[in-house]
């Protein structure tokens, strides 16, 4: 087993959980490991480290180990943990403000997939204002490398009447480009 | 009563039923709905999961939208777009900051918002009741399936509902004629969008749902989110190919089985497009 000293993790990594804390507005110090949100946390199985470890990490300044977690990228929302949770902490939430902070470093570890989803799925909100299901489909499976991924519900989708083959364009396009524009500039 | 309308992308897409059998029960129900004029997507998972500006500035510009169309009240049938849309109006008369940066990033001043955000069980739910039943859904008995984005964090959306043990798609089946079975499954997670990045935990919560449904003896399951419809309905043959299982259980938003027992014909109801039929089941039923 590695052992760690706490006490310099903590030291070193103090500005960012400071930085954690005041953009999710959540306190990971107040878990008391109760384990309520592991129990309870539907895609447990899938991650490295289950939701009660990722706040042990953090009360010990595990920063880095959190940050290229496989975790904050398979979490999918649900809140329930948050709405469980007995000391009032939105899991959730720190989850999400930690995936945002990892997308922002460029940390993305086994998460290429995800990498990828998002990356194509704003980029298709920033040319067209709306999603265009096939492009995300393909530009989805080109990225990850999985070209077969759901191309055995394509033809029933497309034959349901449920697929548009071509984008659509809204027409306040000129705001969302001013709205992406900003988001680039302040840097969120 | 005029309703402010967000189909979001999905609703034009993949979960055009749902949209369908909202504009088939809506009208006789006394709700006039208004589209949102120009409406975009609202980020979905992938902008909160990146940012934290575009994830309030887009749905916010909806509701602006919105707001100027003079109606009382705004849904967006999708939960996780509901769940956006509430939070960026909260912001938005909450959080100077963020207001700020939107004016900003527009160039526009923008006052407090009005215009009540609510889910769709909320929009039906005192506005059904048993006089507008014509034909009552005898026989049939379901699983209500909530999933997680409606009825949670409790706190944050203030929906009625109790958040492990929600009853409100149980008191709209109750007056549709329909028996609502109880089960342990109603407010699991499906997954939701991680049927693009990660198929394993869909597949694997969506046999866990559908075995349970199935055991508890339900004919078919009842959903209110786009989501958990599409991961139980478009997936249940993924399901069945991946887990060996035979499961074939109809998917149906509820809205479609209010629009039956108000008597509209199953054909304005968007049957034809869910993947598992549920036509021969309504049939044996003699309720098609
Ligand atoms: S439920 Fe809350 S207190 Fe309990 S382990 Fe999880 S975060 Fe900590
Ligand atoms: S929000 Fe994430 S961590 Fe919490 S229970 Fe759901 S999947 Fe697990």
């Known amino acids: ?188 | 009563m005029k309703l402010s309308y967000y189909p979001g992308c999905g609703l034009s897409g993949s979960s055009k039923e749902l949209d369908i059998s909202v504009k088939a029960i809506s009208g006789p129900l006394g709700i006039d709905i208004v589209e949102v004029p120009d409406w975009n997507c609202c980020g979905g998972t992938s902008a909160h999961s990146t940012g934290h500006f575009l994830s309030f500035a887009l749905p916010a510009r909806n509701v602006v939208k919105a707001e100027k169309t003079g109606c009382d009240e705004f849904t967006a049938p999708c939960p996780a777009c509901y769940v956006r849309h509430f939070l960026a109006q909260k912001q938005l008369n909450e959080d100077a900051k963020m207001k700020r940066h939107l004016e900003n990033a527009l160039g526009q001043n923008f006052e407090q918002s009005d215009i009540k955000i609510k889910n769709l069980i909320e929009v039906y739910i005192d506005r059904f009741s048993s006089s507008n039943v014509t034909k009552p859904l005898k026989g049939l008995k379901v699983v209500n399936y909530y999933g997680c984005a409606l009825v949670k964090p409790p706190k944050t959306f203030n929906f009625f509902d109790d958040p492990e043990n929600p009853k409100s798609l149980e008191k709209i089946m109750d007056t549709c004629g329909a028996e609502s079975i109880e089960w342990p499954y109603k407010t699991e997670c499906c997954g939701a969008s991680l049927c693009f990045t990660n198929q394993d935990v869909v597949w694997k919560n969506g046999r866990d749902i559908l075995q349970v449904a199935k055991d508890s003896g339900a004919q078919a399951i009842v959903v209110a989110c786009t989501m958990c419809q599409m991961n139980l309905d478009m997936r249940q043959a993924q399901i069945n190919k991946k887990y060996k299982t035979n499961f074939n259980i109809p998917v149906m938003y509820f809205t479609q089985l209010m629009g039956l027992a108000m008597g509209i014909p199953a054909d304005r109801l968007g049957f034809d497009k869910l993947y598992v039929d549920a036509k021969p089941l309504l049939h044996s039923l003699k309720l098609l």
């Open chain 1, 1 to 188: 087993m590695r052992e760690i000293n706490v006490t310099q993790k903590l030291e070193k990594s103090k500005d960012f959980l400071r930085k954690l804390q005041e953009e999710s507005g959540q306190d990971p110090g107040q878990c008391f490991q109760c384990m309520k949100c592991t129990g309870g946390c539907p895609v447990q199985f899938a991650m490295d480290y289950p939701p009660s470890q990722i706040m042990r990490m953090l009360q010990d300044g595990l920063v880095d180990e959190v940050l290229n977690s496989f975790t904050i990228w398979t979490c999918a929302t649900c809140s329930t943990c948050t709405a469980r949770c007995p000391r009032d902490i939105d899991i959730a939430q720190l989850m999400d403000t930690l995936r945002v902070m990892a997308f922002h470093k460029r940390r993305f570890n086994k998460a290429k997939n995800m990498r990828v989803f998002h990356t194509v799925f704003m980029d298709s909100i920033g040319s067209h204002g709306r999603l265009y299901e096939v492009g995300l489909a393909l530009g989805l499976n080109l990225g990850t490398g999985n070209l077969l991924q759901d191309t055995d519900i394509g033809l029933p989708m497309f034959m349901k009447g449920k697929l548009s083959l071509l984008p659509h364009n809204i027409k306040g396009m000129n705001e969302i480009k001013r709205l992406y524009d900003y988001a680039k500039k302040i840097g969120e």
